[in-house]
């Protein structure tokens, strides 16, 4: 079952370009991982401190399976330094989509 792993912290302002490229490190290493399909950095539009980090994986197992190699840390190293305060991690399974929907095509009314 696809999962998606959400990450958040805090960044002070003077870190934001250094994150934001600490991210696109991290995850130019991370592609390609088994299981593996993509990620996306979001910044909170209420408060620009917040950060979000969205993976998506094939599966939890994959998923924990990279978490706990020591590669992972090798490969993460960069974005340490900003996570280190306010780090949080969850994990969500996706339940629904619009796309696993059919939804029947109703015509237009005829007039």
Same mark, same amino acid.
């Given at each position: ?34 299981? =593996?399909?993509?990620? *996306? ?18 599966? *939890? ?10 590669? =992972? ?18 994990? =969500? ?19």
């Amino acid at each position: 079952m696809t999962i998606r792993v959400i990450m958040t912290a805090t960044i002070r302002p003077e870190d934001f370009d250094a994150f934001e490229a600490a991210y696109l490190d991290v995850t130019s290493k991370v592609r390609g991982t088994p299981g =593996h399909l993509r990620d *996306e950095l979001l910044r909170d539009t209420a408060d620009p401190t917040k950060y979000s980090l969205l993976a998506e994986w094939e599966d *939890e197992e994959r998923f924990r399976a990279w978490a706990d190699d020591p590669e =992972h840390m090798r490969q993460s190293a960069a974005m340490f330094p900003f996570w280190a305060d306010s780090f949080q991690r969850s994990v =969500h399974e996706v339940r629904a989509t619009l796309e696993s929907y059919q939804t029947p095509r109703v015509p237009p009314a005829a007039g």
